[in-house]
């Protein structure tokens, strides 16, 4: 139970870090590019790097009619699905949130 809880957390951080390392880069490039950057969602853009993931999985797309749109609109999902189901296999034995 503590070895799930602690990849369940640790697979939080580090989705949350990239959401934050993202914005960090997008307000640097601002920076550099003299203009203001993403403040558009709450306070200093804090909320940014979730509104970008809620907008990239509601994206729509032309679907040709000849597909089956299904597996089109559920593959995507999936395959993330997939990248994250992958992440408890690394080995962070040593980096222990949760102690027993």
Request: aromatic share 10%.
């Given at each position: 139970?503590?070895?799930?809880?602690?990849?369940?957390?640790?697979?939080?951080?580090?989705?949350?870090?990239v959401a934050?390392?993202?914005?960090?880069?997008?307000?640097?490039l601002s920076?550099?590019?003299?203009?203001?950057?993403?403040?558009?969602?709450?306070?200093?853009?804090?909320?940014?790097?979730?509104?970008?993931?809620?907008?990239?999985?509601?994206?729509?797309?032309?679907?040709?009619?000849?597909?089956?749109?299904?597996?089109?609109?559920?593959?995507p999902t999936?395959?993330?699905?997939?990248?994250?189901?992958?992440?408890?296999?690394?080995?962070?034995?040593?980096?222990?949130?949760?102690?027993?």
């Amino acid at each position: 139970m503590v070895e799930m809880m602690n990849t369940l957390i640790s697979l939080i951080a580090i989705l949350i870090s990239v959401a934050f390392f993202t914005l960090l880069e997008r307000k640097i490039l601002s920076y550099i590019q003299m203009r203001k950057g993403p403040n558009k969602v709450s306070t200093l853009g804090m909320l940014q790097p979730f509104s970008d993931a809620i907008k990239l999985f509601n994206k729509k797309s032309s679907y040709p009619t000849t597909s089956n749109k299904l597996f089109i609109i559920t593959s995507p999902t999936c395959s993330f699905l997939l990248c994250l189901a992958m992440w408890p296999l690394l080995p962070v034995e040593k980096f222990c949130i949760i102690d027993n």
